[in-house]
């Protein structure tokens, strides 16, 4: 099918292109045309996107997909064509088997992309390696513990030597198990007056400082998912001056919100890692400005009774893939940050992470697209989503950007 | 963000914390339990205030002092009481919280008096109660994790404010396990809020929340230097899990370095007045001869804080 999708403003942050009014031409799921047809091209579809941005498809670097089927629609549905899973599945992701399923799974759904991580150790128990090798040919991007820390350094240090005999990249978020396991809220003002068990700082600049030296050591590629603090952060950014192949992401709440926004114990505003101070909040949306970073939703669907709960026995995680198109916006727009540029760290960053040739709309790119209106709104309710996630600190709230068209390979896959 | 204790007209619905509530509700419930004094001197120890009124004890964690005392404030108080030991009943069967609330609600319940293991629990509670419509059931919190415990709070109020008639010109010193402490985190709420000018917390950094100065709080780890000239002094309970471990290396090390004996007390205002939630530990934070000297009013405590609670019950659920 060849589509053209005219009248938009195209925007390529890879390449710079920001153009208004030009069109977009697809045929046999790539990009074959910018402005201009390419000779003999004739539209069997027609996109009408005047007063829209045509922007690469959004590469979410972590999102969980508690029920594939949904959670791939609701990907599409907020723009999102491809989806980085992490591991911590039930169960988890550790054999070449059930990455092979999951990404088959994906594609008999033919909706976003889905790219596994691979455990990093069998069961996430941070003891024995995962069959590294297999999984990666099973289609895994990279290697992963989710959210669960390797507590045992040495057998971080050998999974990290092995995945670099491989060039395999290892993605931690860096949580010190001892300094993180009994607390629920970050370490500040609120979590003394709320009487919540606090997670300091701490725990992420040491695990960070940990990774970094072991990166040092063994040469491995490491990504850090979800850096939740200004001291951390800047640990980060130290290690990729000094030349060390390290990036990082950050989670989509954490560059709005802060732990005021637990306010009375809202168990919509738990994450792991935990919301931290303003300061950190700032670091965090100065390293997104900066390029440093890139944002993901961090999307974790929670069922509503496993929310509706005291604050510390509720389930972390807000519902994510829907949402990360326009809090991205909201946020490039309160930190005064161009379009481009903040599309960027949603497409072109995350794609540069995976190692991939996406997140792009140069002549030949796989036409995976997301066509939005910048400036429609709408209300964030439950039935607004289409994520059997509905969990989220934002529900009642207005949302400024809305997907209209997304294409993955060429495929129309969501309109509305 | 909304109060949700106080009620469209400000005035208090349920009793959830003593932050965020206005000095004159604080004093409004300290002026009221204090007219209550009276009943419990009388030979029939009753008012009809919560008459035809049903107090359910919601007692998720174990608590046979506290819950006696909201017992008797409610029977002064004329309500029906029905004590739900609920560690082990319903949510060993795999009730939730809020189900468990539901079913109460649905055999008329007035006033929900509740305690938990989790800080926040009640405004769960009170929230679930504004959303299904149900503004004539109250909450009152008797304990909720490390959070608040509020009656406590207003009882040592009642307890300072009896013995030192002014809170302007007081300096009040809280010394022990501020950490895991409800009871520290409602009475510094409480002092602040009431207009004491120096509200000091003494421990060691252990058992010492972060941030403690952003409540308003002078932190000290000198307990002779902290004493110096206090009015009055709050000792906290010392649980025994806390004494051998991270946190302290034995009861004998924390008793020498922060247990009140009279040498230290003799730090204080000859007049000071010495404080406890209870129970106490004899010789891990208190001395014997202090628990039981002049200067302690330990046990004045426990009988105001039944007048407190009978205020705060009529107040949010009286006719």
Not at chain 1, 214 to 226: E, K, S
Not at chain 1, 277 to 286: F, I, P
Not at chain 2, 42 to 56: C, E, N
Not at chain 2, 262 to 290: F, T, W
Request: aromatic share 4%; proline share 5%.
């Amino acid at each position: 099918m060849n589509i053209e999708i005219s009248n938009g403003r195209v925007i390529c942050p890879k390449n710079g292109v920001d153009r208004d009014n030009v069109s977009v031409y697809i045929a046999h799921g790539r990009i074959v045309g910018l402005g201009e047809a390419p000779k003999g091209f004739v539209a069997t579809q027609k996109v009408d996107a005047a007063g829209c941005v045509v922007s690469p498809g959004l590469i979410d670097l972590g999102a969980r997909l508690n029920s594939i089927e949904a959670e791939l629609a609701a990907a599409v549905a907020g723009g999102v064509t491809s989806v980085v899973v992490p591991p911590d599945a039930d169960p988890p992701l550790d054999e070449p088997e059930l990455a092979d399923r999951l990404v088959h799974r994906g594609d008999e759904i033919g909706k976003a992309r889905v790219l596994p991580l691979g455990a990093l150790t069998l069961g996430l128990k941070g003891e024995r390696l995962a069959e590294l090798a297999g999984l990666k040919k099973a289609g895994c991007v990279a290697f992963s513990q989710a959210s669960r820390p390797v507590v045992d350094t040495e057998a971080l240090l050998r999974a990290m030597e092995y995945a670099a005999t491989f060039g395999f990249a290892v993605w931690l978020q860096p949580q010190d198990h001892w300094l993180s396991r009994n607390g629920i809220a970050h370490e500040g003002e609120v979590a003394s007056r709320l009487g919540l068990a606090g997670i300091p700082v701490a725990a992420e600049t040491i695990a960070v400082g940990s990774i970094i030296q072991l990166v040092r050591d063994t040469g491995c590629r490491v990504h850090l998912t979800r850096i939740s603090s200004a001291a951390g952060m800047s640990l980060v950014q130290r290690a990729a001056k000094e030349g060390l192949p390290i990036s990082c992401d950050v989670g989509v709440h954490h560059l709005l919100l802060t732990d005021n926004d637990i306010g009375y114990f809202n168990p919509h505003a738990r994450f792991v890692p935990p919301l931290r101070g303003q300061a950190d909040r700032q670091a965090l949306s100065d390293a997104a400005a900066a390029g440093t970073a890139a944002i993901c939703s961090d999307h974790t669907p929670v069922g509503a009774d496993d929310k509706l709960l005291p604050f510390g026995e509720a389930k972390p995680g807000a519902t994510g893939l829907e949402v990360l198109l326009p809090l991205t916006l909201k946020w490039a727009e309160t930190a005064g940050v161009a379009l481009p540029a903040a599309l960027a760290r949603i497409t072109s960053a995350p794609a540069e992470i995976l190692g991939l040739d996406s997140g792009h709309l140069a002549l030949g790119a796989r036409a995976d697209i997301c066509v939005f209106d910048p400036n429609a709104s709408w209300q964030l309710t439950p039935e607004a989503l289409r994520s059997r996630g509905k969990n989220s600190p934002w529900t009642g709230y207005m949302m400024t950007g809305k997907v209209r068209h997304t294409l993955v390979d060429g495929r129309i896959v969501y309109t509305t | 963000m909304h109060n949700p204790q106080l009620n469209k007209n400000g005035e208090l619905t349920h009793l959830l914390s003593t932050e965020g509530l206005p000095a004159a509700i604080l004093t409004q419930i300290l002026d009221t339990a204090a007219s209550f004094m009276e009943v419990s001197s009388r030979d029939v120890k009753k008012v009809p205030l919560l008459r035809g009124k049903s107090v359910f004890n919601l007692f998720f964690e174990n608590s046979t002092r506290t819950r006696t005392t909201f017992e008797i404030a409610a029977k002064r108080l004329s309500a029906d009481v029905i004590n739900l030991d609920i560690t082990r009943s319903s949510t060993a069967k795999g009730e939730t919280l809020l189900d468990t609330i539901d079913n109460l609600c649905a055999m008329d319940a007035n006033l929900f008096v509740v305690r938990h293991a989790s800080s926040g629990a009640p405004y769960l509670i009170a929230e679930h109660l504004r959303k299904i419509g149900r503004d004539d059931i109250h909450v009152v919190n008797a304990g909720d994790g490390r959070h608040a415990h509020p009656t406590q709070g207003l009882l040592d109020m009642y307890t300072i404010r009896h013995y030192k008639k002014d809170f302007t010109q007081l300096r009040v010193a809280i010394v022990g396990d501020i950490l895991h402490s409800r009871v520290a985190r409602s009475d510094i709420h409480a002092l602040t809020t009431l207009g004491v000018p120096e509200v000091r917390a003494i421990g060691p950094e252990t058992l010492l929340p972060k941030y403690l100065d952003k409540l308003g709080v002078h932190v000290y780890h000198d307990m002779a230097a902290g004493l110096r000239d206090c009015d009055v002094v709050i000792m906290l309970r010392l649980q025994n899990e806390r004494m051998n471990g991270a946190l302290l290396p034995s009861a004998g090390e924390y008793f020498r370095h922060y247990g009140l004996t009279p040498q230290m007390l003799a730090q204080a205002k000859p007049d000071a007045i010495v404080m406890h939630p209870g129970p106490m530990n004899r010789g891990v934070e208190i001395h014997s001869a202090v628990a039981d000297g002049p200067q302690a009013v330990i046990l004045p405590q426990v009988t105001f804080g039944i007048a407190v609670r009978m205020a705060v019950m009529s107040i949010v659920a009286g006719n």
